[in-house]
């Protein structure tokens, strides 16, 4: 697995978290969520786990 993330690109986060304010993703119940509305009333933070399953 060395070296796999050399092979997809280099990626690195937008300059501002606007830019991710229109991405839409599902919650821990499958419901469709909006990032932007995650943090218009206070700071935000995402995590992301891998599932293997």
């Known amino acids: 697995m060395l070296g796999t993330a050399k092979q997809r690109g280099h990626t690195s ?3 501002r978290a606007d830019a991710l304010a229109d991405v839409v993703l ?3 119940e ?3 969520v909006r990032l ?3 943090w218009r009333d206070g700071p ?3 995590v992301w786990l891998r ?3």
């Open 26 to 28: 599902p919650d821990h």
């Open 13 to 15: 986060a937008p300059a």
């Open 51 to 53: 599932h293997y399953g």
């Open 36 to 38: 932007g509305d995650l």
């Open 44 to 46: 935000v933070a995402l």
């Open 30 to 32: 499958g419901h469709d």
